[in-house]
């Protein structure tokens, strides 16, 4: 169902840049994917999001226990949202990646890399120290339109389900994600009242 959406909405799409980020979902019931994250004191599932400059929701990672980082499987995870991208036949390459400090690893540029993405990301305080990373470039003009993934986070904490998670198995949580990507996709590009 999201790919088919994602097709039909793809000319209203705005992909002069795309935003990554990670959001980690308190789950109070435990359950699959499921870790204590020390910065949130309690136990959660971390999920990557990619969105399109106006924060329309692209696709996700699988649900990750919470005391993953956010280069955790990022090969697996960045390739998994690429494939959805090319189901709904939007071309990665020449896309320009927006993400924060967290994803500032050889590994994430990496798979940027291999499907011809531009990562613009962020440096962390430990790579600053090494400034001559080879084909590191960042613009920091670019990197102000990363907000609207913020945005689509607080557009998903908005269905009450999305919130805290008490779903236990994965593959439900997952499926509550893409039931909310087409809801706020349907309504903001107003294919819903047609």
């Known amino acids: 169902m999201w790919i088919a959406i994602l097709a039909l909405c793809r000319k209203q799409l705005d992909m002069s840049s795309v935003e990554f980020d990670g959001s980690h ?99 962390s305080k430990k790579q600053r120290m090494n400034p001559n990373i080879e084909g590191y470039l960042f613009d920091s003009e670019l990197y102000k339109e990363r907000f609207a993934v913020e945005r689509t986070n607080a557009w998903l904490d908005g269905f009450k389900a999305l919130l805290v998670r008490y779903e236990t198995n994965a593959r439900h949580w997952i499926g509550l994600h893409y039931l909310a990507f087409s809801f706020i996709v349907l309504r903001r590009k107003g294919v819903w009242n047609n």
Not at 40 to 68: I, V, W, Y
């Open 25 to 123: 979902t308190p789950a109070k019931r435990g359950g699959q994917q499921v870790g204590y994250q020390g910065r949130k004191k309690a136990k959660t599932t971390n999920m990557l999001f990619l969105t399109d400059r106006q924060g329309m929701p692209l696709a996700c990672s699988d649900p990750m226990s919470g005391e993953h980082h956010d280069v955790f499987e990022i090969k697996e995870n960045v390739s998994k949202m690429v494939s959805t991208l090319q189901r709904a036949d939007i071309a990665t390459e020449g896309l320009f990646l927006n993400g924060d400090a967290g994803f500032d690893a050889q590994k994430m540029r990496a798979i940027c890399d291999e499907y011809g993405i531009r990562a613009n990301i962020a440096r």
